[in-house]
């Protein structure tokens, strides 16, 4: 009996939500997505705000349900742009990383329906991906506590949700990050709300709003409700999780996305603050109103009339959502209640409502009428198609713009009036007058832009400085549109740079008489230019040649100047900078444009100082040392060595599988490699024997997950901590203690002071291991505030004629950013089997 239970509660959980009338089955081959994606979300005024820290933090699963299933109007607060992590699909890190991650995440919210919303606004902002955090208070002070919380209370009062829910709970399990969002949104619950809170935030036009409800994440024994989310949708094609990882497959650099079966899925909630007065409640939306049928019959004691049109109002956005899939019906009736929702507004604001009850109810108008406007652009079928002539742009520049209507629905558009949205002091032409179109019927219209002297170079997260705006009418309404263009527009400087090398360590003991800088300029200007390009460098040094005239003669083409560069015969020790300067039109151009391109996202750009970023400092090496190298593709620590002057070579899978090891001192494995080498894995053993043999095996850190075996990957037992949060050091300035500070580790060949571990970044090391065999030596101790410390971060044990070292300390991190402790320390690491010589 319980068996067959289980089986009937199975299957009504994956039982498709109830098919809307008029069902696409009927003599349609193919669900029209696009339309019900509008018409949906007309069933309900409720709105719902999903907080996280970094993109990708969103409850995908979840979102879809309320989204697509529901029509929720629903969103994600993101604090960062996810800089500080790594890219699967490419070589950008840092801003860039965070471009494209902002992308992906806009991508992945178009499939369930979700608007995204970020606090950090620009690629230098203080609310950054900064890494690995485990605690809410670091976070914040690195973000700025009050900044912080002014642009959350600031969206809140923006977006205005009944619902609240941080995706993460604040346990210290969490990500310091996650922590600190969820802190602000339970915060936020009363604040918002709150006049005395951001005053200032009231007198520019916002008022205040009282969130109705907050959840937080739970599991089955601590929650009071849930949603039952694993329902298969006809329209979608599939459940409303899998409609969640299919949007999580557009974190692509993230490598996110997997596939999974239909089969039901519960959410668990548990209510942490609420203003309503629902004692037991029996689901999320309990004591709220769900549409504005309720909202009016919460009035009809004290106001009958209001009450009345707002019912009637919810008949007629029924009536809408019921004319699916015919297009051309559920735009007439959407029209029509456009009209009775602008009537409704009207007279909402002439009632004796209370304030903030006025205030509360238009808000839901707004929305509504935002929603039938789109119900309207997608139901119309009118195909607008901006084509920009040349879009990258400059300053004091030119193009067309050319927009194409075409009516492919078939109903007539009356007034139909096309014109350019242009950031202010940029110029077009006169629109045309209004016009007709009729159903089949296209027409072209072609404006000219001009782009002003003083125009703002591009902005990745900055809204389109090229849009479409159009406005109809159909039926007694008309409605505003607007449209994308189809690629991206920017204003670039009028010739960009690209310097070659970005990074310059000159090593102070052993001075190099010349370098080569190489300075790739482009032109974007539409035609030829005349220009000339020479380096900025410190005092004391030169460059051959001073000056170098270039000519271009059409847009984007690339010339190369080569500069040798002569430093003076005593280098400062410390920071310099080397800097290629273009003067072209009266300007001095020094900035290097990154163009961000893959299939998945709009193309964008990264507008960054052009400079050779130099650190001098003192550096031994052993004559005669020879580095094999293992590299993963995580790290780049290889490419520097061989940069300093190293004797570093790249390890392939045939060296690994039969190439004479021998003939290298020591052999190093890059960060995570036993995940990304499988060759690496196959010949692990024959790695073991070079170092038995004599050789000198340096790994890098792994993740307790990268196909690491605590009893045969190492030569003794190695166990990596977890959970990893447990077994890191985020404080990139915690106190090293070095527990054999005789040891040739630290004093062959450079002679380690504190000093060499000043300066870090990001952070001091991650998955610490736990446990290890006896024969493993410590060498460093180090801890976060208020904890116990590590012992290691260095482990190192003679392996018959040879010797193996471990270490999870961030080297990677150090060398790549240049800390000359980092490299100092690690040319140390590799020299070992020099150090009796």
């Known amino acids: 009996m319980k068996k067959f239970s289980l089986l009937i509660l199975i299957a009504m959980l994956i039982v498709p939500l109830a098919a809307p009338l008029n069902s696409y089955g009927k003599g349609k081959a193919d669900p029209d997505v696009e339309l019900w994606n509008k018409l949906k979300p007309l069933d309900t005024t409720l709105s719902f705000l999903n907080t996280g820290a970094h993109p990708d933090d969103e409850r995908s699963h979840l979102l879809a349900y309320l989204s697509r299933g529901l029509g929720i109007r629903t969103a994600s607060l993101i604090a960062n742009r996810g800089e500080g992590g790594?890219?699967?699909?490419?070589?950008?890190?840092?801003?860039?990383?965070?471009?494209?991650?902002?992308?992906?995440?806009?991508?992945?919210?178009?499939?369930?329906?979700?608007?995204?919303?970020?606090?950090?606004?620009?690629?230098d902002d203080p609310i950054y991906d900064f890494g690995f955090s485990k605690s809410p208070e670091e976070t914040l002070e690195k973000w700025g506590e009050e900044l912080t919380y002014k642009r959350f209370i600031r969206r809140i009062r923006t977006y205005k949700p009944d619902i609240l829910f941080p995706s993460f709970l604040n346990v210290e399990s969490q990500h310091g990050h996650h922590r600190a969002i969820n802190l602000l949104t339970r915060r936020a619950f009363e604040d918002a709300a709150d006049p005395t809170v951001f005053p200032e935030q009231l007198e520019e036009g916002l008022s205040t709003w009282?969130?109705?409800?907050?959840?937080?994440?739970?599991?089955s024994g601590n929650s009071t409700t849930s949603l039952q989310i694993g329902k298969y949708d006809p329209i979608y094609g599939m459940t409303y999780p899998q409609l969640g990882e299919k949007s999580r497959y557009l974190h692509k650099s993230q490598g996110m996305g997997e596939d999974i079966p239909a089969e039901p899925e519960t959410v668990y909630l548990r209510l942490a603050k609420s203003v309503t007065e629902i004692s037991n409640e029996e689901n999320m939306f309990d004591g709220l109103a769900y549409d504005f049928k309720e909202i009016g019959s919460r009035l009809k004691s004290e106001h009958p009339g209001l009450s009345a049109k707002l019912t009637h109002l919810q008949k007629t956005l029924d009536k809408v959502i019921k004319q699916y899939p015919d297009r051309s019906q559920a735009?007439?009736?959407?029209?029509?209640?456009?009209?009775?929702?602008?009537?409704?507004?009207?007279?909402?604001?002439?009632?004796?409502?209370?304030?903030?009850?006025?205030?509360?109810?238009?808000?839901?108008?707004?929305?509504?009428?935002?929603?039938?406007?789109?119900?309207?652009?997608?139901?119309?079928?009118?195909?607008?198609?901006?084509?920009?002539?040349?879009?990258t742009l400059v300053?004091?520049?030119?193009?067309?713009?050319?927009?194409?209507?075409?009516?492919?629905?078939?109903?007539?558009?009356?007034?139909?009036?096309?014109?350019?949205?242009?950031?202010?002091?940029?110029?077009?032409?006169?629109?045309?007058?209004?016009?007709?179109?009729?159903?089949?019927?296209?027409?072209?219209?072609?404006?000219?832009?001009?782009?002003?002297?003083?125009?703002?170079?591009?902005?990745?997260?900055?809204?389109?400085?090229?849009?479409?705006?159009?406005?109809?009418?159909?039926?007694?309404?008309?409605?505003?549109?607007?449209?994308?263009?189809?690629?991206?527009?920017?204003?670039?400087?009028?010739?960009?740079?690209?310097?070659?090398?970005?990074?310059?360590?000159?090593n102070t003991l052993d001075v190099p008489e010349e370098i080569t800088v190489e300075a790739k300029v482009q032109n974007n200007t539409s035609g030829s230019l005349e220009t000339s390009v020479e380096l900025?460098?410190?005092?004391?040094?030169?460059?051959?040649?001073?000056?170098?005239?270039?000519?271009?003669?059409?847009?984007?083409e690339t010339q190369t100047v080569t500069f040798t560069v002569s430093p003076s015969t005593e280098v400062n020790k410390g920071e310099f900078t080397i800097q290629p300067v273009v003067k072209a039109n009266g300007k001095s151009l020094s900035t290097y444009v990154q163009k961000i391109d893959?299939?998945?996202?709009?193309?964008?750009?990264?507008?960054?100082?052009?400079?050779?970023?130099?650190?001098a400092f003192d550096l031994k090496m052993p004559d005669n040392l020879k580095v094999g190298y293992i590299d993963s593709g995580f790290d780049k620590v290889a490419d520097r060595l061989q940069g300093i002057g190293m004797d570093v070579t790249k390890l392939g899978p045939e060296d690994l599988k039969s190439g004479d090891l021998s003939q290298y001192d020591t052999i190093v494995t890059g960060v995570r490699a036993y995940l990304s080498r499988e060759d690496l894995r196959n010949n692990n053993k024959r790695l073991l024997q070079y170092a038995e043999d004599?050789?000198?095996?340096?790994?890098?850190?792994?993740?307790?997950?990268?196909?690491?075996?605590?009893?045969?990957?190492?030569?003794?037992?190695?166990?990596?901590?977890?959970?990893?949060?447990?077994?890191?050091?985020?404080?990139?300035?915690?106190?090293?203690?070095?527990?054999?500070?005789?040891?040739?580790?630290?004093?062959?060949?450079?002679?380690?002071?504190?000093?060499?571990?000043?300066?870090?970044?990001?952070?001091?090391?991650?998955?610490?291991?736990?446990?290890?065999?006896?024969r493993f030596e410590t060498f460093v101790s180090m801890a976060d505030p208020n904890e116990e410390p590590f012992d290691s971060g260095i482990l190192m044990t003679d392996y018959g004629e040879g010797s193996y070292l471990y270490t999870n300390l961030v080297w990677y991190r150090q060398i790549q950013n240049q800390v000359p402790g980092g490299y100092r320390i690690f040319t140390n690491l590799v020299s070992y089997p020099f150090h009796d010589k």
Not at 407 to 421: C, E, F, I, R, Y
Not at 705 to 730: C, F, H, M
């Open 331 to 391: 735009l007439k009736k959407a029209h029509v209640a456009l009209k009775e929702v602008r009537h409704l507004q009207s007279k909402t604001e002439k009632s004796r409502l209370e304030s903030k009850e006025k205030e509360d109810i238009l808000f839901r108008l707004d929305v509504k009428e935002v929603q039938l406007t789109e119900v309207s652009k997608v139901a119309s079928s009118l195909e607008v198609q901006t084509a920009v002539e040349d879009a």
């Open 536 to 556: 900025d460098i410190p005092d004391g040094w030169t460059a051959e040649p001073e000056l170098k005239p270039v000519a271009f003669s059409e847009e984007n």
């Open 210 to 219: 009282q969130v109705k409800k907050l959840y937080l994440p739970a599991d």
């Open 694 to 774: 004599g050789g000198h095996l340096v790994v890098q850190y792994n993740k307790p997950w990268d196909n690491w075996n605590s009893d045969s990957t190492a030569p003794y037992k190695l166990v990596i901590g977890q959970p990893s949060i447990e077994w890191r050091v985020t404080d990139e300035t915690a106190e090293v203690h070095v527990q054999k500070p005789n040891h040739p580790l630290f004093n062959y060949p450079n002679t380690i002071t504190e000093k060499d571990w000043s300066n870090w970044v990001q952070e001091r090391g991650l998955y610490f291991p736990m446990e290890w065999d006896d």
């Open 598 to 615: 893959y299939a998945h996202i709009n193309t964008s750009y990264y507008l960054q100082p052009a400079k050779v970023e130099g650190v």
């Open 395 to 506: 300053q004091n520049g030119q193009t067309n713009v050319t927009v194409t209507m075409k009516n492919n629905g078939k109903q007539l558009l009356k007034d139909v009036h096309p014109a350019l949205s242009l950031p202010e002091g940029w110029t077009v032409e006169e629109s045309p007058k209004p016009f007709l179109l009729k159903s089949g019927e296209s027409k072209t219209v072609e404006f000219t832009v001009t782009v002003p002297s003083d125009a703002e170079y591009f902005k990745p997260y900055d809204e389109s400085s090229i849009q479409t705006k159009l406005s109809y009418s159909v039926g007694p309404a008309e409605v505003k549109q607007s449209y994308q263009t189809e690629s991206t527009v920017a204003v670039l400087p009028d010739v960009s740079i690209q310097s070659d090398p970005t990074s310059l360590v000159v």
């Open 86 to 123: 790594q890219n699967e699909i490419g070589k950008e890190l840092g801003n860039a990383l965070g471009i494209i991650r902002s992308n992906e995440m806009k991508e992945a919210s178009k499939v369930t329906g979700v608007e995204v919303f970020h606090l950090s606004q620009t690629t």
